[in-house]
T-cell receptor
């Protein structure tokens, strides 16, 4: 079946540090991959997505590249800010069939000033 | 446009009681999904409506859970009777049929069963 595995948190960094949150997946066919973010007190928001191999999704300084050979979609940011503190979820969905999302367990990120 | 609205935002009930969660999707969004996150684990799919029809309810954990979407507008998720393991955050999301990746999530309902 389809599944997503994220690095376990919580992750605590200092402002301006480099961020990597690992995400690997198992899926049949060619899934689309997503990173969602949940800021305190808010709903899940789409951060970025990639729909085919070697695509790079980017938004708000975050990037992730769809790596089919390693079945990975790691999230990176070169210089994090306090406002990036949130819970980050990696997810996939099949292009065909049901449009439901399969999520990883989430990684809580805290950025200290 | 208004976002996806869920209420209540928090609910604390005793084991054996009944709770009903409500989701108001974005107007015009025919797809409506329910998801649940239990105890800091992954967010899991519960079910998917297209308008008023259940497209996929493979994630519903058992028959204590009943979801409805009368008239294809808002949806309710009833848990009866609630058990301790039902505690978690219940998320609703909606999207347009021709934009399946354009999910908009609500803020969730945090359910605590004591």
């Amino acid at each position: 079946g389809n599944s997503v595995t994220q690095m376990e948190g919580p992750v605590t960094l200092s402002e301006e540090a480099f961020l990597t949150i690992n995400c690997t997946y198992t899926a049949t066919g060619y899934p689309s991959l997503f990173w969602y973010v949940q800021y305190p007190g808010e709903g899940l928001q789409l951060l970025l997505k990639a729909t085919k191999a070697d695509d790079k999704g980017s938004n708000k300084g975050f990037e992730a590249t769809y790596r089919k050979e390693t079945t990975s979609f790691h999230l990176e940011k070169g210089s994090v800010q306090v406002s990036d503190s949130a819970v980050y979820f990696c997810a996939l969905t099949r292009i065909q069939g049901a449009q439901k999302l399969v999520f990883g367990q989430g990684t809580r990120l805290t950025i200290n000033p | 446009e208004a976002g996806v609205t869920q209420f209540p935002s928090h609910s604390v009930i005793e084991k054996g009681q009944t709770v009903t969660l409500r989701c108001d999707p974005i107007s015009g969004h025919d797809n409506l999904y329910w998801y649940r996150r239990v105890m800091g684990k992954e967010i899991k799919f519960l079910l998917h409506f297209v308008k008023e029809s259940k497209q996929d309810e493979s994630g519903m954990p058992n028959n204590r859970f009943l979801a409805e979407r009368t008239g294809g507008t808002y949806s309710t998720l009833k848990v009866q009777p609630a058990e301790l393991e039902d505690s978690g955050v219940y998320f609703c999301a909606s999207s347009q049929v021709y934009r399946p990746y354009g999910y908009t999530f609500g803020s969730g309902t945090r359910l605590t069963v004591v």
